[in-house]
Structure formats: C-alpha cells, structure tokens
C-alpha cells in the first residue's frame, strides 16, 4: 500500500475526527477507495473503535439503478437513520468508478431523494464528520490528469501541515469575523453584496472537509443583493453545469441561467424555499490546490476563488441571534478571482486579483 494512503488514514483518525477509544465510526465510501477503507480500519482498530462500512456514496451504478426504478416518491428510509443516530464519526470518501454514472437519473427525483433523506444528513452533521477524497482513477480523468498524477496532486493537498495552514487563513478570519458587510466584484458580470454581520467565520483547516483550506461564513438569509456570474463549472447529479448566473434580490433568486444543464440548475432552486437563498460565503486559500479538477472538495479551496452556495446554512456559522437559512440542499458554485477582481469588506478592499492583503505582492 503506498504509505501516503496511510497518512492519509492517520490525519483523518487524529487530526480532522479526533478518533476516541469505543467511537462507533461509519465509513461512507464507494468500493473503489478500498486501500483507504482499509488503512482507516487498521487505525480504528488500533485505537480500539468500531468500525462499519456503507456505501451510499453518489455515483454508484447501485443508486442509479434504485432511482431510476423509482416513482420519485420517497421516505425517509428509518432504518439508515437509526445506524448514524447510535454513531459517533461519520467518514465520507468521496472516489468513483464513473464520474457521471447518475447522469441519466431524472433531477426532480434525485432532488425528492435528497429531501427524504434531510433527516439522515442532519443527523450526520451533529456527529464528527469528515469529507474527503480517494484518488480514483475516474476522478483523475475527470481532472484531465493521469493517475499518477492526481495522486501527487490529491495528497498534496490534504498531507500537509495542517496548523501551518489554521496559522495563515486565521488573518482573514480576523478581518471577517467582526464585518457587517461583504461586497464581491469580479468584471462585470459579478457584482453582490451581503451582510454578515453576527455570524461566525470558521477555519476550515482539514477537519470537517479535508483537505481544508477556506474560511466560510453564512450570509444573513435576506440580505443578498445584486448579481453573481459563477465562471468555473460544476458536477452536479453527474451533469456538468457552467456558467451558472443568479440574481438577488432581498436575499432570494429572481433569475437564474446556465450555459449548459439548465434544468439541473432550476431543479436545485426548486428543492424547497431555502434553495433559493445563499446558505455560504468562502473564501479559497489553499495555496496547494493549484489546477481546477472538477471537484468541489478541492476547486472551493483554490486561494483565487469565492465560492457561494445556495441551500443550507451550516449550524456553527449562525449567530445565536441571527436567522439560518434551511434546505435539504447544500450546492457550492465558483467565482475565479485571480483577475479583474477584489473582495471588500466594510468598504476596504482585502483582496485584489486574487492576493490577500496579508500576502506578498498585494496592491491597493
């Protein structure tokens, strides 16, 4: 086994889950990520947890099959709930065999499967949870990379020195944490502002989503206003969106377009009322991640992009007092910002064309 995978094994347990003895852990991953299902358990066994292995992962020719054999009307399926309500971790590995593998699944029904499902996914995130990526050979291809390749470029991100990283993105939590208000401007296409006043600013440093490297914050539900071109695509229910266009007003889309899956797009803000409001604000800043990849898990921690994303609010991001936007989704979307572009907050410009003020070569 290449010894990186398990490092990778090791920051997961140690770093991003903090591993107990007697934890009951679920590992959540498509067969193809085997070597690090594998690595986890010989950790979890070390450290004397228990482990179970599920793969509910998307992609699978198994959901696909059950989808589209489906009359699109679902419950709650009790039984999966029960099994993460007695957990304590909650690992998701995120590999595929086929990138696009649900492509042909009706959206409305991929989207009433999400919502019978809210449930279990807000059972997931009160327990200790961790995201992360498997190097599969599918995604590597998505990433127009060879494998051996991505696998350089995968673990690259996510073994690192994690508090050198907390260290350098803690700077923008402090200039975001105490804000009221945040103004995004990239050409003439992007141009949006949005309070964030009493809501916190979160260090995203390999613990939740790994590998980390954003700081993210929740906008208030009805304060975004003005107009957002995200200019870097997306995979979405296996169909790649681009050119995703939202217009704001009091918080809540009045427009939307897409150059391309349209309807992928309109079946997302059609979930539930929270669809149509943002749920995130963040701030890429991993300077490891160097290459768009076709992955969320990676391309929203870019240190040259904003991204937003429409649906839920995440709880620790909600001020005691402040409203929280809800969904049963949770859809990030990409501003570059390496060019024509800047970030202000309360009317100071803290990041131009990509560079922070904090960093070298920053201009006013």
């Known amino acids: 086994m290449d010894p990186r995978i398990r490092e990778h094994a090791e920051i997961i347990a140690n770093h991003s889950v903090d591993l107990e003895e007697g934890d009951n852990v679920i590992i959540d991953a498509h067969p193809v990520a085997e070597d690090l299902v594998v690595a986890l358990h010989e950790v979890i066994g070390d450290q004397g947890a228990n482990p179970v292995t599920t793969s509910q992962r998307t992609g699978k020719r ?79 291809q998505l990433a127009e990379m060879s494998t051996e390749g991505y696998e350089n470029f995968v673990w690259d991100a996510v073994n690192k020195d994690w508090e050198a990283q907390r260290e350098h993105q803690e700077h923008m939590v ?95 803000l059609n979930t539930d009322d929270g669809a149509r409001r943002l749920g995130e604000l963040g701030i890429g800043m991993n300077r490891d991640i160097d290459q768009f990849t076709y992955n969320m898990l990676f391309d929203e921690k870019m240190g040259d992009t904003v991204h937003m994303a429409v649906g839920r609010a995440y709880d620790d991001t909600v001020g005691e007092d402040n409203e929280q936007n809800d969904s049963a989704v949770h859809v990030d979307m990409i501003v570059d910002m390496s060019d024509d572009s800047f970030i202000e907050v309360d009317g100071e410009v803290v990041q131009r064309d990509g560079t922070f003020r904090f960093e070298d070569g920053f201009e006013e």
Not at 62 to 87: I, K
Not at 198 to 220: I, K, S
């Open 62 to 140: 198994s959901q696909r099959a059950f989808l589209r054999a489906s009359d699109g009307e679902f419950e709650t399926p009790e039984h999966e709930r029960a099994l993460v309500e007695h957990s304590d971790v909650y690992i998701a590995i995120r590999a595929s065999d086929n990138v696009t593998q649900t492509s042909d699944v009706d959206p409305e029904i991929s989207a009433a499967y999400q919502q019978a499902h809210r449930p279990i996914l807000n059972e997931r995130l009160s327990k200790r949870w961790c995201l992360t990526q498997f190097p599969a050979p599918a995604n590597a």
């Open 174 to 268: 402090e200039i975001m944490d105490p804000a009221d208000e945040v103004r995004i401007v990239s050409g003439d296409t992007t141009d949006v502002t949005m309070s964030v006043d009493g809501n916190p600013t979160l260090n995203d440093h390999g613990e939740h989503n790994l590998p980390g490297g954003e700081v993210f914050t929740a906008p208030q539900p009805d304060s975004v206003e003005g107009e957002v071109l995200f200019d870097m695509p997306l995979y979405h229910q296996g169909r790649e969106i681009t050119d995703v266009y939202l217009e704001f007003e009091g918080g809540e889309v009045v427009s939307h377009s897409a150059a391309k899956n349209e309807d992928v797009l309109t079946e997302v």
